[in-house]
């Protein structure tokens, strides 16, 4: 069972990075010269994070815990546990900032649409965006290179005193 474990976690590991990236190139490089095409972008962002985003990185966290659960020497390990810090760190982070910012980007834009806010506002909100997306990218790619590693984080081993 626990390389069945593995399996999907890793294969839903590699979900969330190439959701994180797709939502890097869209926003990037997709049309958004007029409010249509920017809210067209903003649909297609949300349908990356509804249906390869926040699944991949659900089946990760379960697949995880599943892991540990199945594999009693990786609850000694602390690289473990520093990866499922991680890994609730990236669940938070997506689910607070991406998809927070990602709706309020949006407001904004159809507000200055319709000329009821200033776009240097938007452009704020656009590099806050771009920062978390970096933050959660560089977390992604740790989570996965602690996996392959697997540093020596062993936990320490106390010693029986004899007195």
Not at 47 to 61: E, K, M, R
Not at 133 to 152: H, K, S
Request: hydrophobic residues 55%; proline residues 3%.
């Amino acid at each position: 069972m626990r390389k069945t474990w593995k399996f999907l976690h890793t294969l839903a590991a590699c979900g969330v990075i190439g959701a994180l990236l797709g939502y890097a190139v869209l926003l990037a490089h997709a049309p958004q010269d007029t409010p249509e095409a920017y809210a067209a972008m903003r649909q297609s962002i949300s349908a990356l994070c509804d249906y390869i985003l926040f699944p991949s990185l659900a089946v990760v966290l379960i697949t995880g815990l599943l892991a540990m659960a199945a594999h009693h020497p990786f609850v000694e390990m602390r690289w473990v546990w520093l990866k499922a810090l991680m890994g609730l760190g990236m669940f938070e982070g997506t689910l607070a900032v991406i998809g927070s910012k990602a709706n309020a980007a949006a407001a904004i834009a159809a507000r200055i649409a319709d000329g009821g806010a200033e776009e240097g506002l938007l452009a704020a909100v656009l590099a806050y965006e771009w920062h978390s997306l970096g933050v959660l990218i560089a977390l992604a790619a740790a989570n996965v290179l602690l996996g392959v590693w697997r540093p020596g984080l062993k936990a320490r081993q106390r010693s029986a005193r004899t007195g």
